[in-house]
């Protein structure tokens, strides 16, 4: 500054600062502050339900995808549709998730598109190294597929938290682009949602991050039903405890009724106590001779059916190659040519066999049976 006046980038400086102030005060006033809508207990409620969920739909994805699966303790915060627009600025799928029993609401798992592509690549038999840039109605089967099936999975691992049937209806999924908004007024009416965000890798092909959205009467659900089932499970700790405690309470009590309103209780009472306590004893056990009619009732259970089936082999395909399946097609077994085949009874393995010819029909010569702790053990 000389002779009092600012220089040009003196001025432009300060309008700066200026502007900014004023967008800060702005957002100080519209920002939502987490503690507002969600105490420290329910972040954390939300973010233990987020853990036990989705760590069982890593371990359902790992095994779709052949895959190691790590997803991250998720964070849990609050956003406007305002963060939504500017937060999830990239083209993303949306899986909408229904609750249709033991919960009423909807939530919406967020995804980048290229991370989609390279689930759906690996499910239709590619490597996921290089998968179509451009999702394709046969690429978002295929996520639903594998999405489903790790809902599915959630939805039973909070069936066992919740202690009460939870059920989801079959995942939607929308290829949405940067600046839709639909996702967030899908989801809040009022502009304001949860958001919890898990860190997902899988393999050394993604490393990235799955968002899921949830309105905050839903999350809140969520806390109370928890909250509620780990309150049941407190009476009864407490009660089987107060149980426990009681009889000896009740049995003094019992006593010293006893003593005023009977007094020969005492002298029995005392008898009891006084007696001696004898070793127990057992006779031999002799071995029972069947007679002819008790062997004749064994011998009913002679006529009872069975179903015996004999396995040449079995493979593992994914679904791109079950949908190119045609006439005329070739199904390679994981079994050489050969190798004895499996024989089951009741879908158990009780012994092995070659296949033979009779009289132009296909049977199987039994070459081993099972021994009967293998059986026994096949039985459990």
Request: hydrophobic residues 35%.
């Amino acid at each position: 500054m000389d002779d009092g006046k600012l220089s040009q980038e003196e001025i432009d400086a300060l309008l700066k600062v200026g502007a900014d102030d004023d967008e800060m005060d702005n957002y100080g006033t519209n920002a939502p502050n987490s503690a507002d809508y969600l105490s420290t207990i329910e972040k954390d409620t939300l973010g233990e339900i987020g853990n036990i969920s989705f760590g069982s739909s890593a371990t359902t994805l790992s095994t779709l995808l052949n895959q190691k699966v790590d997803i991250t303790t998720p964070e849990i915060s609050i956003m406007t549709k305002a963060d939504f627009a500017n937060e999830f600025d990239f083209e993303r799928v949306s899986i909408y998730v229904n609750y249709i029993e033991g919960f009423d609401g909807q939530n919406v798992f967020v995804m980048k598109s290229e991370d989609a592509a390279i689930i759906s690549d690996i499910m239709l038999g590619g490597d996921g190294t290089s998968p179509d840039q451009e999702l394709g109605e046969i690429h978002l089967s295929a996520l639903q597929e594998a999405m489903n099936q790790m809902m599915g999975t959630a939805a039973t691992s909070m069936s066992t938290v919740f202690e009460k049937r939870v059920d989801i209806s079959p995942p939607t999924i929308k290829l949405e682009k940067p600046d839709s908004a639909n996702t967030a007024e899908t989801i809040s009416e009022d502009g304001y949602m949860v958001k919890v965000s898990f860190h997902l890798r899988v393999g050394s092909l993604i490393d990235s991050h799955i968002m899921q959205v949830l309105p905050i009467p839903f999350a809140k659900q969520f806390v109370a039903q928890l909250m509620k089932a780990s309150s049941s499970d407190g009476q009864k700790d407490a009660a089987a405890t107060v149980e426990l405690d009681r009889p000896q309470e009740q049995t003094n009590q019992e006593q010293r009724t006893a003593h005023t309103e009977n007094p020969q209780y005492l002298g029995d009472h005392v008898s009891q106590n006084t007696s001696s306590i004898q070793q127990a004893t057992f006779s031999d056990l002799e071995q029972v001779a069947l007679n002819s009619n008790e062997k004749r009732n064994l011998d009913m259970l002679l006529d009872i059916p069975l179903n015996v089936s004999v396995e040449l082999g079995r493979t593992k395909r994914t679904v791109k190659d079950i949908l190119d399946l045609s006439a005329g097609s070739v199904v390679e077994l994981d079994k050489l040519a050969g190798e004895p085949v499996d024989i089951l009874v009741n879908e158990k393995l009780i012994a092995k066999g070659e296949v033979v010819v009779i009289d132009e029909n296909f049977g199987v010569r039994v070459t081993d049976i099972t021994s009967q702790s293998d059986r026994l053990m096949k039985l459990k």
